[in-house]
Nanobody, 116 residues
């Protein structure tokens, strides 16, 4: 069984920064999984923001390239999303995901609100 717990969300002003954390526990070592961050804004579909593969490759949604960075700490079994220059339209619930067939697990989400 895999448990993912997100933290680090909150209220931030436009242009500000936040770092989200996703702590994994149970039958998972994050270095062997594709770990992703997704977000879902009210009334919109969940979308992929960033992913880091088991090989360490990273990929980002176009609108966050150059501003967001996904990383992982294998010793802490934790994945991070550093978000800089945040925009109001990035207000959403941010979810952590772990994929390695047949596992496809989600955390409960953390709210990020970008507002003045």
């Amino acid at each position: 069984q895999v448990q993912l717990v997100e933290s680090g969300g909150g209220l931030v002003q436009p242009g500000g920064s936040l770092r989200l954390s996703c702590a994994a526990s149970g039958s998972i070592f994050v270095r062997f999984y594709a770990m992703g961050w997704y977000r879902q804004a009210p009334g919109k579909q969940r979308e992929l923001v960033a992913v880091i593969t088991s090989g360490g490759s990273t990929n980002y949604e176009d609108s966050v390239k150059g501003r967001f960075t996904i990383s992982r700490d294998n010793a802490k079994n934790t994945v991070y999303l550093q978000m800089n220059s945040l925009k109001p339209e990035e207000t959403a619930v941010y979810y952590c995901n772990a994929k390695r067939s047949p596992v496809d697990s989600w955390g409960q989400g953390t709210q990020v609100t970008v507002s003045a």
